[in-house]
T-cell receptor, first 113, second 116 residues
Framework: GESVGLHLPTLSVQEGDNSIINCAYS??????FIWYKQESGKGPQFIID?????DKRQGQRVTVLLNKTVKHLSLQIAATQPGDSAVYFC????????????FGSGTKLNVKP | ETGVTQTPRHLVMGMTNKKSLKCEQH?????MYWYKQSAKKPLELMFV???????ENNSVPSRFSPECPNSSHLFLHLHTLQPEDSALYLCASSQATSGGGTDTQYFGPGTRLTVL
């Protein structure tokens, strides 16, 4: 997952623009990845997942890209809305290692109206 | 609404108190988890239960004691906590497959714990 820092990286975008949030994962053996969204005062909410046999997966307004060569994951949000403002973090796991997910520290997305 | 509920949502306790956090999942899952989320740090896995059996204790101090009476309920019993234990405690559940591996984890809203 992402390195732990004293402050969260912040991405500020204008409403209607596209957002790209990045995550560098640490284990080349990881084969399953999830993006979560966490709004203030709430628990993490599943957004989209991807397995290592894919390099791209699309959902509603979101796309996850996986680059296994450089161990990089990105989340693209199309037409960003104020309701997208939250902390986004990625999680990685090796599926045969029962239940163990490793989480990044997150990126804060601020959407300006 | 993710199908995972937690109570209480907020808890303030002294270092000598004993309290319990409760988690309930309505998703028919068979794996449940406790995580600790401190400010600006990644989620820290604390405990994992599969089919009501504890399968993971991530070096958690004994002042945290989990209990899983059935596959839908999970408790975290707290006693003689320290101020540094103040954090958001999150419960999650997933559908663990018999062949190993696990599906997506779904989180509850968390309990915001403050230890004075």
């Amino acid at each position: 997952g992402e390195s732990v820092g004293l402050h969260l990286p912040t991405l500020s975008v204008q409403e209607g623009d596209n957002s790209i949030i990045n995550c560098a994962y640490s284990n080349s053996a990881s084969d399953y990845f999830i993006w979560y969204k966490q709004e203030s005062g709430k628990g993490p909410q599943f957004i989209i997942d991807i397995r290592s046999n894919m390099d791209k997966r699309q959902g509603q307004r979101v796309t996850v890209l996986l680059n296994k060569t450089v161990k990089h994951l990105s989340l693209q949000i199309a037409a960003t809305q104020p309701g997208d403002s939250a902390v986004y973090f990625c999680a990685e796991t090796i599926r045969r290692n029962f239940n163990k997910f490793y989480f990044g520290s997150g990126t804060k997305l601020n959407v300006k109206p | 609404e993710t199908g995972v509920t937690q109570t209480p949502r907020h808890l303030v306790m002294g270092m000598t108190n004993k309290k319990s956090l409760k988690c309930e999942q309505h998703l028919g899952h068979n794996a449940m988890y406790w995580y600790k989320q401190s400010a600006k740090k990644p989620l820290e896995l604390m405990f994992v239960y599969n089919f009501k059996e504890q399968t993971e204790n991530n070096s958690v101090p004994s002042r945290f004691s989990p209990e899983c009476p059935n596959s839908s309920h999970l408790f975290l019993h707290l006693h003689t906590l320290q101020p540094e234990d103040s954090a958001l405690y999150l419960c999650a559940s997933s559908q663990a497959t018999s062949g190993g591996g696990t599906d997506t984890q779904y989180f509850g809203p968390g309990t915001r714990l403050t230890v004075l």
